[in-house]
């Protein structure tokens, strides 16, 4: 099994873009919950 450098990026990435849009999501619900 060979461990491609872009594969771990792109997973890396991945992972980092959901902690990223996790905040934002709740951060959006919060906002539309006071309007």
């Given at each position: 099994?060979?461990?491609?450098?872009?594969?771990?990026?792109?997973?890396?990435?991945?992972r980092?873009?959901?902690?990223?849009?996790?905040?934002?999501?709740?951060?959006a619900?919060?906002?539309?919950?006071?309007?």
């Amino acid at each position: 099994m060979s461990t491609e450098p872009w594969a771990m990026n792109a997973a890396s990435e991945g992972r980092l873009a959901m902690e990223v849009l996790e905040p934002v999501e709740m951060l959006a619900k919060v906002r539309s919950v006071r309007r």
